[in-house]
């Protein structure tokens, strides 16, 4: 019986030693990761959040080399989706382009012009930002869909699908070694149909604080382009760069009324297409020039959204914009495709299509644009 006792215990204190073991194991294993798990371990291992919470501006100056040869680039900027990017080559011209939330630009800077500049160009330049992509992986990509681990760069990492800011499919990939963000695979946009930028981030050094990228290549179908940031400093921006030219903002606004047009068709919404109108409005079209009220144009636009139900007011080209460098004038070129259904003569419903171009002309009062005058065409009927 003795034997036997000794034997169960024995036995009990082997079992309960490989439960403390396995116990134990368990514990030493990370929780299975989500998305969230993920980004929070990137960004805490570049540094504490109060280190991260008192960056206000980056300033991120490159040496480059491509497969043409060197070249610099110049990174400025701010919290609120603010960048001033420049590059330049020693023998050519600079090219200079800013963003401040939705105003998009370009400067010459031998003359100071602006012009404005697509979402296109925007999301391309602001993919430069490595720094601070790599302080908040998530801040301009959406829809992130955690996938099978992967290798990049030789190194084991978790991924991240993820979407861009014009809707094209991103990639994330997260050293599973130390959780910094290494990797991205982004659209590149300046090739249809789409082709894929590699970008690697190879090495990384304290900068105060935190650990930030300090060396990137990004490949193309061009080659390798290598970025050695050799400055980069902490709150010295000075915020002013980011001030948006009064013509980049007048377009901008300009573009928001072409927007809201297409809106009032396509919802039958008389009133809101109305409500931009100058009070003297004048008409061009058929040979005529008309000067109808306020009244009068929203008793005319009702009548014709009433009968008319549209399923195409669409830009042909893009509206050409010219605003007055003060940004009190602008006038607007539109061609548009138009294809909606009415009822004939008969009241059967009938579709009808046409090709329009026209000039508006606008003034700004009192802190808003005003349509003035418009001048319509229509492209004759096929034969």
């Given at each position: 019986m003795r034997q036997r006792n000794t034997f169960m215990l024995k036995r009990f204190l082997l079992v309960a030693g490989c439960w403390w073991l396995l116990t134990v194991a368990v514990k030493a294993q990370p929780a299975s990761s989500s998305v969230a798990d993920i980004v929070a371990r990137s960004v805490t291992a570049l540094g504490a959040s109060d280190a991260r919470a008192a960056i206000h501006s980056i300033t991120a100056l490159a040496d480059c080399l491509s497969p043409t040869?060197?070249?610099?680039?110049?990174?400025?900027s701010a919290r609120g989706d603010r960048l001033k990017f420049k590059q330049?080559?020693?023998?050519?011209?600079?090219?200079?382009a800013f963003v401040n939330g939705q105003h998009f630009w370009t400067r010459d800077e031998s003359t100071g012009h602006a012009n404005p500049a697509d979402?296109?160009?925007?999301?391309?330049?602001?993919?430069h930002e490595f720094q601070w992509i790599a302080l908040a992986p998530l801040a301009r990509f959406s829809h992130p869909v955690l996938q099978a681990d992967e290798e990049f760069d030789g190194a084991a990492c978790s991924k991240l699908r993820v979407t861009?800011?014009?809707g094209n499919p991103a990639t994330l990939f997260f050293r599973k070694q130390d959780s910094l963000l290494v990797g991205l695979l982004l659209a590149d946009t300046r090739q249809q149909p789409l082709a894929t930028v590699r970008v690697a981030f190879k090495e990384w050094t304290q900068v105060g604080k935190l650990k930030l990228p300090s060396k990137v290549v990004a490949t193309d179908?061009?080659?390798?382009?290598t970025l050695h940031f050799k400055t980069i400093h902490l709150n010295q921006v000075d915020e002013r760069i980011f001030e948006v030219p009064k013509k980049i903002s007048a377009m901008h606004e300009l573009l928001q009324l072409h927007e809201q047009q297409?809106?009032?068709?396509?919802?039958?919404?008389?009133?809101?297409?109305?409500?931009m109108f100058a009070d003297e409005f004048i008409n061009l079209s058929d040979g005529r020039i008309t000067r109808p009220s306020r009244a009068e144009s929203l008793q005319r636009f009702r009548a014709y959204f009433a009968r008319a139900t549209f399923q195409e007011w669409d830009d042909v080209v893009p509206p050409v914009i010219r605003v007055a460098e003060d940004g009190s004038l602008a006038y607007v070129i539109v061609q548009k495709r138009v294809r909606l259904t009415a009822p004939d003569e008969q009241g059967k419903p009938k579709e009808e299509a046409a090709v329009f171009a026209w000039l508006e002309t606008y003034e700004?009062?009192?802190?808003?644009?005003?349509?003035?005058?418009?001048?319509?065409t229509r492209a004759p009927a096929s034969p």
């Open positions: 040869g060197p070249y610099q680039t110049e990174i400025y330049f080559r020693a023998q050519g011209k600079p090219f200079v979402k296109a160009l925007a999301m391309m330049i602001r993919s861009d800011e014009l179908t061009a080659g390798d382009f297409r809106t009032a068709h396509l919802r039958n919404n008389p009133e809101l297409l109305v409500s700004k009062r009192a802190g808003t644009w005003a349509l003035t005058a418009m001048a319509s």
